[in-house]
């Protein structure tokens, strides 16, 4: 059974940094691309992320220069690194892959930064 579980977030001040964890069960990790999606109260899920097998990444444009995905083969982990954040990042931040039975999401973590 695929199994996706987030760490990692957390109530911040405006210009700091977080870095949330993704750690994988039940799959063969380091096949799948990967992806952070973050959802907004009031707002649809978005994508924020993706790396692929070959670690090669995309951004969203809202945060292009300030976050960065990587991920550890060995460890199933997925990070996302986000830097300087803003009030406007405030979301539930979930880990994503398709597999071959559906798309698999984590529980989310919370990330808040006040006005």
């Known amino acids: 059974q695929v199994y996706l579980r987030e760490s990692g977030g957390g109530l911040v001040q405006p210009g700091s940094s977080l870095r949330l964890s993704c750690h994988a069960s039940?799959?063969?990790?380091?096949?799948?691309?990967m992806h952070w999606y973050r959802q907004a109260p009031g707002k649809e899920r978005e994508l924020v992320a993706t790396i692929t097998v070959s670690g090669s990444s995309d951004y969203a444009d809202s945060v292009k220069g300030r976050f960065a995905i990587s991920r550890d083969n060995v460890r199933r982990m997925l990070y996302l690194q986000m830097n300087d954040l803003k009030p406007e990042d405030t979301a539930v931040y979930y880990c994503?892959?398709?597999?071959?039975?559906?798309?698999?999401w984590g529980q989310g973590t919370q990330v808040t930064v006040p006005p």
């Open positions: 994503h892959l398709k597999h071959s039975s559906g798309d698999r």
């Open positions: 039940g799959i063969n990790f380091k096949i799948f691309p």
